[in-house]
Structures are given as structure tokens and as C-alpha cells.
T-cell receptor, first 114, second 115 residues
Framework: AQSVTQLGSHVSVSEGALVLLRCNYS??????LFWYVQYPNQGLQLLLK??????LVKGINGFEAEFKKSETSFHLTKPSAHMSDAAEYFC????????????FGSGTRLQVQP | ETGVTQSPTHLIKTRGQQVTLRCSSQ?????VSWYQQALGQGPQFIFQ???????GRGNFPPRFSGLQFPNYSSELNVNALELDDSALYLC??????????????FGPGTRLTVT
């Protein structure tokens, strides 16, 4: 069984400040990890993915995440927040099976203050 | 390249009724997954279709059923609607198979309200 825990349902940062959204996973098999962003009344957009290649993954819009097996973590960061980053962020895990269904965390709402 | 599309955008149904939601997958993708996202929660996996066959199912009752067509578009059917079925229903397409990508591309969703 797999699960994802996102610490902090709401995170607020100032524009230009560091963004850090936390994600810890549990998986009995090597995981494949994803971060998705959801803007109001929209579907999910893939930000980045980890699929057992480089542990530091760079995504779109200046986001990156580091896979740390020893900590079972896959935290999302961005050096400088922009107002347009305000959205809901979801961490998800999948396994190397034929189905590859995604198991999502409960999400973190990011607010960016001017 | 056409992305994932879903119809309708919004839907209001009465408890006990049946509903069909539709999804067109991204060009070149042969796998469709459906997710339910209740308000304030993360999406939950309902089931997946690969080449017109169900390829896995989450913890949802049999009144949630689906189809995938030869063009890889898909339908989600829900019978005997309950109030708790009110949610955003998301469709995601991907390229399945042994060398398929893990990436799932999501549509904008259908907002279902059950009264």
C-alpha cells in the first residue's frame, strides 16, 4: 500500500520569499513521485516528476524537488515566490505496476502575500 | 496536440438518479484514469482503463462503472447517486503499457452536485 502525507494544509509566504511545501510518502516498492498544481476551478497540472533518475528534479515555473529515500520525502521548493504561484499543490505517489494509479496527498494551499 | 477534455463542465442531479460523464484522452494516449475529488481533499482513484479493459480499481462501489471506446475516449457512469457523490470528477490520460510514461495528464474536470 502507498500513502502520501503533506504537512501543512495552508502555507503563506511573502512575494519573493522561499517556498517550501512538504511531502512524505510511504511505499513498499520503489516509488514514483509527482507534484501537481491546481488553480481554482481547474484540473491538475504536472509540475515535476521523480522516476528513479536524478534525485533533484527540476520542473516548470521554477519549482524543484529533491527525493530523499532515507527520509521518505519529496519536498517541493521554489527560491522566490510569485503572486501567480498561489494555488493548491498536491503530492502524489505511484508504483511500478501496470496500473500506475496515483495516490494523492490532501493538498497544501499556498498563499502569496504582496 | 489536443489535451484532455471532459464534458459536461457542471452537472446537477437528484439523489437516486444516474449520471454519465465523458472524457476524451490526449492524442496518442491509450490509458484513461478517473479520480474523484471531494471539496477540500486530494483526488481519489476510481478506476483505470487500458485498451478498453478495466486495469485496476480503487475503493469505490460497483455503482461506479466505466467504459473505454476504441478511440480511447471514456465514460464514467454512476448509478443510484448519493449526496456524498458530489465532487469534482477528474479524468487523466497517459500512455500505458510496458514502456509507457508514468505521467498522467488531467482534464479540467466535471463538477457534479447531487441534491
Amino acid at each position: 500500500a502507498q500513502s502520501v502525507t503533506q504537512l501543512g494544509s495552508h502555507v503563506s509566504v511573502s512575494e519573493g520569499a522561499l517556498v517550501l511545501l512538504r511531502c512524505n510518502y510511504s511505499s513498499s516498492v520503489p516509488p514514483y513521485l509527482f507534484w501537481y498544481v491546481q488553480y481554482p476551478n481547474q484540473g491538475l497540472q504536472l509540475l515535476l516528476k521523480y522516476t528513479s533518475a536524478a534525485t533533484l528534479v527540476k520542473g516548470i515555473n521554477g519549482f524543484e524537488a529533491e527525493f530523499k529515500k532515507s527520509e521518505t520525502s519529496f519536498h517541493l521548493t521554489k527560491p522566490s515566490a510569485h503572486m501567480s504561484d498561489a494555488a493548491e499543490y498536491f503530492c502524489a505517489v505511484s508504483s511500478d505496476t501496470g496500473r500506475r494509479a496515483l495516490t494523492f496527498g490532501s493538498g497544501t494551499r499556498l498563499q502569496v502575500q504582496p | 496536440e489536443t489535451g484532455v477534455t471532459q464534458s459536461p463542465t457542471h452537472l446537477i442531479k437528484t439523489r437516486g438518479q444516474q449520471v454519465t460523464l465523458r472524457c476524451s484522452s490526449q492524442s496518442g494516449h491509450n490509458t484513461v484514469s478517473w479520480y474523484q475529488q471531494a471539496l477540500g481533499q486530494g483526488p481519489q482513484f476510481i478506476f483505470q482503463y487500458y485498451r478498453e479493459e478495466e486495469n485496476g480499481r480503487g475503493n469505490f462501489p460497483p455503482r461506479f462503472s466505466g467504459l473505454q471506446f476504441p478511440n480511447y475516449s471514456s465514460e464514467l457512469n454512476v448509478n443510484a447517486l448519493e449526496l456524498d457523490d458530489s465532487a469534482l470528477y477528474l479524468c487523466a490520460s497517459s500512455l500505458g503499457g510496458g514502456t509507457g510514461s508514468y505521467e498522467q495528464y488531467f482534464g479540467p474536470g466535471t463538477r457534479l452536485t447531487v441534491t
